[in-house]
């Protein structure tokens, strides 16, 4: 039995030669434009409060603040995540849980305490400082090497120091300039070092809130579980009701006149047992679909590929499928895109009014997920109703740990997409 290798301590990890000077550089980077953005950032929130009164053009600039600040958070997570391999995860925004005006409020509101974005503006701000410390630095070394050098071009017997006015003996020239170098060399050393510390410190949420948010995500997967499977059972009760069960009952009773016919008018009783028979297979065909509709054969068989196409050839919208996947997936994350897919499917053909609709997979390797969109050129329109067929998407993307997004402004287009981990 073999184990795995022990992870490097974080501080190792930031001491590596190759972190501390890739760190170096984004110090001296940072130290140069860290100024520029923060004089946009201050910029937006003066014209935000400046400009409040003035018909409310201030909210203007404060929601471009708020998403400024995400996108300098965002930028700075991947920077550090990028530079020290964290593993950190790259969020997107904050998403309108609610339809309206009041949705986009509260959207805006959740984003401008979004811990994550603020953490990065932190993590660039305090790298912006020691940027511009290294850079002093940086000119601290070059003057060093300079008084080192000093003895071959001076012409008299002392050397001063720059901005200072004062002389040093030139036979104190090299040693005051190797001191100089050395120290100053070491110092932005330690600034790479400090940077990885602090930024891991920052950036890197504590233990207890990734704790917290582990056990918000396991909630909200079983309550997506939950819901989605007391919303399949719904369905395949209102399926059962609606479709099947008055059928069989319509045999039945065809059988049943079939039965009172057959010595008094064979003709007719044959023409009732025909038509029983055709209401028979089509119930076999309905049970099917539903059964189709819990699980899926060719699934299991052949992948996400081959069920799409059976479903896109039953669609009576017609469907641009395009699926390009290298590999498998789980069982449960190719069910859950699969039904994803489908009822997506089923509402446009339902609601949209569609001329055609566009289904595009893709097996994403950067970020181990499953991702797949469904587009229609439909009237739009479409809400997120409890106990809907939207509803039942979301539900069944949380409860395999993914994340659905539904867009459907008036006027169209309607898009379903849905990005699902591929090992969930």
Known sequence: ?????????????????????????????????????????????????????????GLLFFVGLVYAIFAVGWLETARVNGLYDF??????????????????????????ID??????????????LLGW?????????????????????????TVLIARTG????????????????????????GLGILHGIIARAVVVPSREAQLAAAVDTSRAQRAGAVRAADLERTRIERDLHDGVQPRL???????????????????????????????????ITELRQLARGIHTAVLDD????????????MSVIPVLLDVRLDGRCSRDTEAAAYFAIAEALTNAAKHSRAAEVRVVVRLRPDTGALWARV??????????????????????????????????????????????????
């Open 249 to 283: 009952v319509s045999v039945g009773m065809t059988l049943g006149l079939a039965q009172q016919k057959i010595d008094t008018d064979p003709a007719a009783a044959k023409e009732l047992i025909a038509e029983a028979h055709t209401s028979t297979k089509a119930a």
């Open 87 to 112: 593993g950190l995860p790259l969020g997107g925004t904050r998403r309108r849980e609610r339809p309206g005006f009041t949705g986009f409020v509260r959207m805006v509101a959740a984003q401008t």
């Open 133 to 157: 410390i290294t850079l002093v630095l940086f000119g601290v070394l070059a003057s060093g090497l300079v008084f080192v050098f000093a003895p071959l071009f001076g012409e008299s017997d």
């Open 115 to 128: 811990a994550t974005s603020w953490r990065g503006v932190a993590s660039i701000a305090i790298a912006t």
């Open 1 to 57: 039995m073999t184990t795995a290798p022990p992870r490097p301590s974080p501080l190792r990890t930031v001491m590596a030669p190759r972190r501390v000077a890739a760190a170096i550089a984004h110090l001296a980077a940072l130290g140069v434009i860290g100024p520029t953005i923060f004089t946009i950032l201050f910029t937006l929130l003066g014209l935000s409060l400046g400009l409040l009164p003035v018909l409310g053009i």
């Open 166 to 189: 004062i002389e040093v003996p030139i036979a104190w020239a090299v040693p005051t300039g190797l001191a100089t170098a050395v120290l100053s060399a070491a110092a932005i050393v």
């Open 375 to 424: 587009e229609d050129n439909g009237v739009g329109g479409a809400r997120v109703i409890p106990g809907g067929g939207l509803d039942g998407i979301v539900n069944r993307v949380v409860a395999a740990g993914g994340q659905a997004r539904i867009d459907s402004p008036v006027g169209g287009p309607t898009s379903v997409e849905v990005s699902i981990p591929c090992a969930s």
């Open 302 to 313: 052949r992948g996400l590929d081959a069920a799409l196409s059976a479903v896109a050839a």
